[in-house]
């Protein structure tokens, strides 16, 4: 179990999964070969995305561990599909060994992943990672990047020294 809540932090926090879209994760739509994930997204829409290496070595750890080749990628204790209930658990879990006051949830993860994305990719890649069709929602997501917001003060013309 403890390759599997990586793989969903992983996952959260760096492509900004929506829940549904992870729990809804099976084996035949991972494919590690290539590094792609094929996820089913708000209004049935199908797409890809990039995996990182490192979450392609630990789920193909943790699909040896499984033993099967076909069905849902992460599973309870019962054998059975995660649902949301079992990763607010995961991430109240998290919470309390990492001594975090705060409530972890999924947004959180998804507000992050959008924020990091944002600082070294861009706006335009955030969105296509997040899956979103509009800028608009993307921009809800990914907060201001500090670099750039520290180099705009810099060469603001009100922040400048007079010389005199």
Same mark, same amino acid.
Request: contains cysteine.
């Given at each position: 179990?403890? @390759?599997?809540?990586? %793989?969903?932090?992983?996952?959260? #926090?760096? !492509?900004? *999964? /929506? ?31 990039? @995996?990182?290496?490192? %979450?392609?070595?630990?789920?193909? #750890?943790? !699909?040896? *561990? /499984? ?98």
């Amino acid at each position: 179990m403890g @390759l599997r809540n990586l %793989i969903i932090i992983m996952l959260l #926090g760096t !492509l900004g *999964l /929506r829940t549904a879209t992870l729990t809804a994760i099976n084996i035949e739509d991972v494919d590690l070969t290539c590094g792609l994930l094929w996820i089913k997204e708000k209004g049935r829409r199908l797409r890809s995305v990039v @995996l990182p290496h490192c %979450i392609c070595t630990i789920i193909g #750890g943790y !699909l040896k *561990l /499984r033993r099967r080749n076909k069905g849902p990628l992460l599973i309870s204790k019962r054998k059975k599909r995660i649902s949301p209930r079992t990763l607010q658990d995961i991430f109240r879990s998290a919470a309390d060994r990492l001594g975090i006051d705060k409530k972890l949830h999924a947004r959180l993860f998804r507000h992050t992943a959008a924020t990091q994305l944002n600082k070294v990719a861009g706006i335009e890649i955030t969105q296509q990672v997040l899956g979103h069709n509009r800028r608009a929602n993307t921009l809800k997501y990914a907060h201001l990047n500090p670099d750039q917001y520290a180099a705009y003060m810099k060469k603001h013309p009100f922040m400048r020294k007079e010389s005199k």
